[in-house]
Structures are given as C-alpha cells and as structure tokens.
C-alpha cells in the first residue's frame, strides 16, 4: 500500500517543510502535500504565507522521487495558465507534480483582489476549466467562449505525453460530483474516514458517473486521515477540532474511529482497516498543524515502507 501524507495550515517555516519532505520520501511516503492556493490567513494574521506553487516547485527541484501537490483553487487562475503551468511541471520533473483541484474560497481573499463567488459559479467555473485544460493537454488550439472560460485559438507547449495529466479533485457535496465524473483520474475524499459518511458522499458520484457513461471504478480514491500518533484519543480529537473547523457539525463520536492516535503500530493497522474499509488508492496522513518537532516524530513513527 502507498502513503500519502500531508503538511498543511503555514505552521511550517520553508527551511522545515524542505526536511521533513525530504524525510517523508525517505521513509517512503509516495506523496507529500503542502499548503496550497490562499492569501491570508485570518487566525493568524502575522503568520508567514508561503505561495504553494512557488513552494511546490521548489520541493520537486529539491527532492527526488516523492511527489508533491498542493491545492490549485480555480478561482485563483485562468484555465489556460493553469494547463500550461501544469505541462511545465511535467516537463521538469516527469510523473512527480500531484495536480490538486478545488473550489474553495476563504473571505480574506478580498484582500487581494479575488473576488468571492457563489459555489455554484465555482464548480461551473471548475467544469469549464478542466474542459479547457484537457483539450490544451491534447495538443489542440483551443477557443472556448464560455460563462466562465474565454480562450482565443490558446496552444501550450510542450504537450505532455499521452496528451494528458492526472487530476485530482477534491469534492465532498453531491452538487461537485458531476464535476468529478467527467474530468478527474482521482477523487480526494473531503470528509473525515467515516465510512457510512464516505459512502453516502459516493453514491451522488457513482450516479453521476452514469449519467456520462463512465464506470465509478475508474476513480481512485484518495482521503487525508488525521493524525497524532503517540497521543491520546481525546488530545488527537481536540487537534482535529481546532485543524478542521468545517466539520463542526459531525459529533464526536462518530470521529472517534476516525481519527489515528496512540502508539504506532495501531496507527498503522487502522491506516491498513480504513484503507480496505473505503476503497482508497492511497490514504494520506493528515499532520496539519503539527510543528516541526511533532511533524517529524510521527513521520518516523509511521514509516510508510512498512505498509507495502
């Protein structure tokens, strides 16, 4: 089984984030995430705020064989830039940039001139773009005169093999499903690993994949577990808390079995159970929030070479 493992929420300085992805494809994690498309961030205003395609790139240069993504929020692009940004990743650095799509939005985002649109125009806005961007990576000139997406006779260039780039998307409500079955090799399972809630979350999709002729079974799973090994459950719940303010509205005990606490070698055979119990192609360890010392404690608690 492949690991993923994730590194989000700027509590990490560049110098740290550089050491403990270089540890993670050490110990032989197949992914790492970082922190993706923002602005601001509102709870911590004074805290630094890397760009995640800048820091992205710089991690593929500075690594060897793990592959990095972060979130590209389509909101923040133009669908054109984003293909092309994404056929030069592959250029560079061949199979290793993870392309991680969304719609998310935060209010402080005005602050930069990003204007907040209702979800409905995103996900439409997301449609059109991965339209676009397949049709770029195809090697065609592309015109499009959308709602959302203008393009006048675009091309990018070099074309990456195949003419095609796996897309992640990341989606969790059933009005983003639609948008899963007709564009994206991967689907990142935006809930906790609750099982009766990730099946109700994948019976909209597997109707969405019909409706378009596609079979569900081609999407692979991905879904970020979080993580505080060698803590107790009820620390590991109250981090989870503070980390993933939209879950809000899941009760506690329905976490409980969600979530990895305690020693390592539990940790892994859940990783293992939840990893059978929902169809996942890869899970993802979700240290979000964890400094450098705590990031890098777990990483060697949970060597990923152990679940092969």
């Not at 061949?94 to 998310?104: D, E, N, T, Y």
């Not at 990576?137 to 203008?150: D, L, P, Y």
């Not at 007709?182 to 990730?198: E, F, G, Q, T, Y």
């Given at each position: 089984?492949?690991?993923g493992?994730?590194?989000?929420?700027?509590?990490l300085?560049?110098?740290?984030r550089?050491?403990?992805?270089?540890?993670?494809?050490?110990l032989?994690?197949d992914t790492?995430?970082?922190?993706?498309?923002?602005?601001?961030?509102?709870?911590?205003?004074?805290?630094?705020?890397?760009?995640?395609?800048?820091?992205?790139?710089?991690?593929?240069?500075?690594?060897?064989?793990?592959?990095?993504?972060?979130?590209?929020?389509?909101?923040?692009?133009?669908a054109?830039r984003?293909?092309?940004?994404?056929?030069?990743?592959?250029?560079?650095f061949?199979?290793?940039?993870?392309?991680?799509?969304?719609?998310?939005?935060r209010?402080?985002?005005?602050?930069?001139?990003?204007?907040l649109r209702p979800?409905?125009?995103?996900?439409?806005?997301?449609?059109?773009?991965?339209?676009?961007?397949?049709?770029?990576?195809?090697g065609?000139?592309?015109?499009?005169?959308?709602?959302?997406?203008?393009?006048?006779?675009?091309?990018?260039?070099?074309?990456?093999?195949?003419?095609?780039?796996?897309?992640?998307?990341?989606?969790?409500?059933?009005?983003?499903?639609?948008v899963v079955?007709?564009?994206a090799?991967?689907?990142?399972?935006?809930?906790?690993?609750?099982?009766?809630?990730?099946?109700?979350?994948?019976?909209?999709?597997?109707?969405?994949?019909?409706?378009?002729?596609?079979?569900?079974?081609?999407?692979?799973?991905?879904?970020?577990?979080?993580?505080?090994?060698?803590?107790?459950p009820?620390?590991?719940?109250?981090?989870?808390?503070?980390?993933?303010?939209?879950?809000?509205?899941?009760?506690?005990?329905?976490?409980?079995?969600?979530?990895?606490?305690?020693?390592?070698?539990?940790?892994?055979?859940?990783?293992a159970?939840?990893?059978?119990?929902?169809?996942?192609?890869?899970?993802?360890?979700?240290?979000?929030?964890?400094?450098?010392a705590?990031?890098?404690?777990?990483?060697?608690?949970l060597?990923?070479g152990?679940?092969?």
């Amino acid at each position: 089984m492949r690991l993923g493992v994730a590194f989000t929420w700027h509590t990490l300085s560049w110098e740290e984030r550089l050491e403990l992805v270089t540890l993670a494809e050490t110990l032989g994690y197949d992914t790492a995430y970082v922190d993706g498309d923002t602005s601001q961030l509102a709870v911590r205003r004074d805290a630094p705020v890397l760009d995640g395609w800048t820091v992205t790139t710089a991690l593929l240069a500075r690594t060897a064989r793990i592959r990095v993504g972060s979130i590209r929020l389509v909101q923040h692009w133009s669908a054109a830039r984003l293909a092309q940004l994404a056929a030069t990743a592959e250029r560079l650095f061949p199979g290793r940039h993870q392309l991680f799509v969304s719609i998310g939005d935060r209010p402080e985002d005005r602050a930069f001139g990003l204007p907040l649109r209702p979800a409905a125009e995103r996900i439409a806005r997301l449609d059109e773009s991965l339209d676009a961007m397949r049709a770029l990576w195809r090697g065609e000139s592309v015109t499009r005169r959308g709602a959302h997406v203008t393009l006048d006779d675009a091309r990018v260039r070099p074309v990456p093999p195949g003419g095609r780039i796996p897309v992640e998307v990341a989606a969790k409500g059933a009005a983003l499903m639609p948008v899963v079955a007709r564009h994206a090799d991967l689907w990142n399972v935006n809930l906790p690993a609750i099982p009766a809630r990730v099946a109700a979350a994948a019976a909209p999709l597997a109707q969405a994949c019909r409706a378009v002729g596609r079979d569900p079974g081609e999407i692979r799973r991905r879904l970020w577990i979080f993580a505080r090994p060698g803590r107790s459950p009820a620390e590991t719940l109250g981090e989870f808390r503070r980390w993933n303010p939209w879950f809000a509205a899941i009760p506690d005990a329905e976490l409980a079995d969600a979530l990895l606490a305690g020693e390592s070698a539990a940790c892994l055979e859940r990783i293992a159970f939840l990893s059978r119990a929902l169809d996942l192609e890869m899970p993802v360890i979700d240290l979000s929030g964890l400094d450098a010392a705590g990031t890098r404690a777990a990483l060697e608690s949970l060597p990923a070479g152990e679940m092969v």
